[in-house]
């Protein structure tokens, strides 16, 4: 039976960060840690036919947007024509060493039935499928906002790079890029005091030591320095923001 997500029930939620989960070592973490993150959560599964084009893909959007706040979770699942059949330790070797993966991969769990992991039912409840809300196959996509409203579902056949629009979108909101470029200036300060954007670090580097070992490559990441206000930030900022904005045109 699929280790099962714990703490929360899907009923009593009412934003994915209610939820905690465990990684593929077994270690609870809960997904408020991805508070103002894009995520991509997906199903997997190591011997599917459409695993090689996913992983691949996954590849790539993560490279590509994990600096401007993409995060993607995949949770192996053994449901669909028993694909996902090792233990975890079996499964992170494989993602790791086979398909290269550096986005977190965490433990197994059922997405139907009577032992449906507790995010997933949430999932399923906030965007349902096409004939039913059921999961029909590996590889099934749910897009959740930065904050942690679940905004699209996608089929097992749509291949992520399809998506990559609707991912970009949600990056370069430009009411999110605008509250925090002008709160390290004087004009926002009153509303955004320095030590809530300290606190907020997170949503403008990559998400640090709470990740340590749940993807395959571990860098180490230097913290923004958010004394303010300070006209080097804003600098930053535009940098970080502003510039791919131009780049997508």
Do not use: H
């Not at 599964?45 to 090689?52: D, F, I, N, P, V």
């Not at 906030?126 to 897009?143: A, S, V």
């Amino acid at each position: 039976m699929a280790a099962q997500q714990q703490d929360s029930s899907s009923s009593s939620s009412s934003s994915i960060y209610d939820f905690t989960v465990k990684d593929i070592k077994g270690t609870d973490v809960s997904l408020g840690e991805y508070k103002g993150k894009v995520l991509l959560i997906v199903n997997v599964a190591s011997k599917c036919g459409l695993t090689q084009s996913n992983y691949k893909e996954l590849n790539v959007l993560y490279q590509k947007y994990k600096d401007q706040g993409l995060e993607i979770l995949a949770f192996p699942c053994n449901q669909f024509g028993g694909q996902e059949p090792g233990s975890n330790e079996q499964i992170q070797e494989t993602v790791c060493t086979i398909f290269k993966a550096e986005f977190p991969v965490f433990d197994k769990v059922d997405v139907n039935g009577k032992n449906t992991a507790p995010l997933y039912n949430f999932l399923k409840a906030e965007k349902g499928g096409f004939l039913g809300d059921g999961i029909k196959w590996n590889f099934t996509k749910f897009l959740v906002n930065r904050q942690g409203k679940v905004v699209e579902r996608y089929a097992p056949t749509t291949s992520p790079l399809k998506i990559e629009k609707d991912i970009t979108n949600l990056l370069t909101n430009f009411l999110f890029i605008a509250i925090w470029f002008f709160s390290t200036s004087n004009i926002l300060v009153p509303l955004f005091p320095c030590a809530a954007i300290r606190e907020s670090e997170s949503l403008l580097t990559p998400v640090k030591s709470q990740q340590q070992g749940r993807g395959c490559v571990i860098s180490n990441m230097i913290p923004l320095n958010m004394n303010c206000p300070n006209i080097s930030n804003n600098v930053l900022l535009f940098a970080v923001f502003f510039l791919p904005l131009v780049a997508l045109d």
